[in-house]
């Protein structure tokens, strides 16, 4: 049976929660060096919500926001909003781990 518009949907809506994702009503924001809020954003239980838009990914909105500042990078959402670190940000970590490499 072919795929329908409605069956897209539907399995959609029964795609699992990502659980790096923070609780809905979490607001996430991107701050400067000098720790100046530069943009932000609202997590819903739908996707995430970007200047009165609703993305469905970190990385929807996080595009939609490096665009608005100017910013070429397409960064990973996590990486962007700050849920995660940069892989590597540890120097001794990223040492040890070329240590073990050779």
Known sequence: MPETKATKKAAKELKPRDHRLPEPGTVLTKKDRHHATRCECVVEAGGVRYKGELFNSLSGAAAAAAKDLGLSSKANGFLFWGLTARRGADP???????????
Do not use: I
Not at 92 to 102: A, C, F, N, P
């Open 92 to 102: 001794v970590e990223s040492l040890e781990r070329t240590w073990q490499r050779y």
